[in-house]
């Protein structure tokens, strides 16, 4: 009977795992494993302790320059960002997060990272919470993305677990652990939240050996750096705020017209806006072109006070939001050569500065340089409509990929063309582009 009884339990415990198992989805989970090794490859590279070796095999692995790693890390960086978050971006469409109970760990943390990593943290921290709500990722992930929301809103932190400090790509600022809420509790909270380690002893792990943790206060952030012999301005925090919003705005409505977007976000968006059925429907154009209208309006204030508010004044990713505005707006012409300032001066990535200037050219109807801009023609065909969509015409299309990589592009053309619009890349020349744009009309 005993012996029956074992039989039977191992039987029902062997049936039970099989099922667990199943539930892993183990092609996804190899997806998240890559994407996860593209989040830290450029990162590891900037670590004090990366060897030669290392370095040389990242070289090899991502076709690097010397050039590259010296000159060019941070903007390979932020472009291998931007590719990884709209590949989690369709798998959060598809899957939700994509938690333990789906891909298993430490694939769970994956899209936590490129998140975390990325300016959309304010978009998706509702589906970090219930991630971490439902126990799909430890809950102190939960706690770090909380504290970076906190910071990039000038806000002080729970948990002590953002350091500061500005960059312009060569030399950054003395480091600082962004101030915390209530610091006498804090380790309290972070053993809580599942940190194994207090904040003072992960501020010296984060900083080195050396470092004496001090909470400033937000009002002591604000003139941090005017005592220093370094050159390095305080952020300007309530504009940074002002930014974030901004930015938020300029995104929301074009977030509706994604067709990744899940219902929930959907839902959320037309809950936040008040929006009608008519509203998201026929009518969704004329609210994004009142709300660009209105958010250039606001950016002109600004930079009529302040010049482009760049990363020394604002930080990132809120240095990216009047170059948004003013992408989406009929004012490049006014304000190109303040991108391009701006652009050379390290205060935005200088791929952004390329991407107006494609725009420029295709706005004048001349070739573009860098092969960022698509265009769509739409047309009527047998009473059915019809969409034709390609790259606008390249000036030097046989070097082009090699323009785009120095210029911090981490897609060919031929793989932005896939990703951005769905087709398989050809070449145009301005005649045939114009040609089509005629016969549009």
Known sequence: MRYLFFVIFFSVLMNAQKNQDKKINVKLKNELARIQKDDQIYRELMQSDASQEQKEKVMKEKNLTKED????????????????????????????????????????ETTWYVIQHSPKINQYMPVIKTAADHKEIPFRLYAMMLDRQLMHDGKEQIYGTQGFSSHDGEK??????????????VNKLRKEAGFDDTVESYAKRLYGKSFVFKNYTLDEVLKFGGDKKTEEKPLNLELKKELAQIYKDDQIYRELMQPNITPERKAEIIKEKNLSKE??????????GDQDQENLVKVEKIIEKHGYPGKSMVGEPENYAVWNVIQHSPKIEKYFPLIKKAAEEKELPFRLYAMMLDRKLMYDNKEQLYGTQIR???????????TLSFVWPVKDPEHVNELRKNSGFGKTIEDYAKDAGGFEYKKYTLKEALELLQKKK
Do not use: C, H
């Open 69 to 108: 790693i010296t000159d060019r890390l941070w903007s390979l960086m932020d472009e291998q960002d931007k590719i990884n978050l709209e590949k989690v971006e369709k798998i959060i469409a598809e899957y939700g997060y994509p938690g333990k109970s789906l891909v298993g760990e430490p694939e769970n």
């Open 279 to 288: 509203d998201v429907g026929s009518g969704l154009i004329k609210k994004m």
């Open 376 to 386: 769509s023609i739409f047309s009527t065909k047998n009473g059915k409509p019809e």
């Open 172 to 185: 950054e600022s003395e480091p600082i652990i962004w101030p915390i809420k209530d610091v006498k509790n």
